[in-house]
């Protein structure tokens, strides 16, 4: 049955490894200030863990990454967003 | 002159008259040192995200205001002798901040408007 396996053939070609680029939302849709008061907005930004989630994931540039964070860091002051949780998505 | 932004969170525990006169407080406490308020949002009694001082639940206010910055120390200091407070923070508004805010409350207020007519 080995002869089988060799013998597939594919009408279109598999896509293997077509990584789509990343990019900023923020310059792409034009935002200039991140709200710390929108807690819901924020959440998109933090994993199940409420932990920030990394640029290298995001594709945030570094300028909106920092603002990212420093609202986050603001909502949390605020009782708004948790320090820690468990499930929060 | 800057423009800031303050949220404060006031305990739960007091009556609405109490909740009233604290806000009172910090409304006038601005308007004695040449503080220009220029909106101002109740956002009534909200759960915590994290318990403060064992209680759930805090009255938010937020306030925004422009002053000189040599006040802002002066108005952080208020809020910490103040028992009745559980959390604050100040922010100072740069020019992005400044058009987002004025942005939402337009929005806000079109809605408003477009929801009277409606009725």
Redesign the interface.
């Known amino acids: 049955m080995a002869q089988n396996n060799s013998d597939i053939k594919y009408l279109t070609p598999i896509a293997v490894d077509t990584k789509k680029k990343k990019y900023c939302r923020f310059k792409k849709s034009g935002i200039k200030y991140i709200d710390y008061k929108d807690a819901n907005f924020l959440l998109k930004f933090v994993n199940e863990q409420g932990k920030i989630l990394p640029r290298r994931i995001m594709g945030t540039s570094t300028k909106y990454q920092k603002k990212v964070a420093q609202a986050v860091k603001r909502a949390r002051h605020l009782a708004l967003m948790p320090y820690v949780a468990d499930l929060l998505k | 002159m800057n423009q800031y932004e303050t949220?404060f969170?006031v305990t739960p525990v007091l009556s609405a008259d109490q909740m009233k006169e604290a806000v009172q407080k910090y409304q006038n406490y601005l308007k004695d040192n040449n503080a220009e308020i220029v909106h101002e949002e109740n956002w009534g009694i909200r759960k915590?995200?994290?318990p403060?001082q064992k209680k759930s639940t805090?009255f938010?206010y937020?306030i925004e205001f422009k002053v000189d910055g040599q006040f802002i120390s002066k108005l952080e200091t208020e809020f910490k002798r103040d028992e009745r407070l559980l959390?604050f923070?100040t922010?100072k508004l740069?020019k992005?901040?400044v058009?987002?805010n004025e942005k939402?409350r337009r929005i806000a207020k079109e809605a408003k408007e477009q929801k009277t007519e409606e009725n």
């Open positions: 949220v969170i915590l995200a994290y403060i805090g938010y937020l959390r923070l922010v740069d992005h901040a058009t987002y939402k």
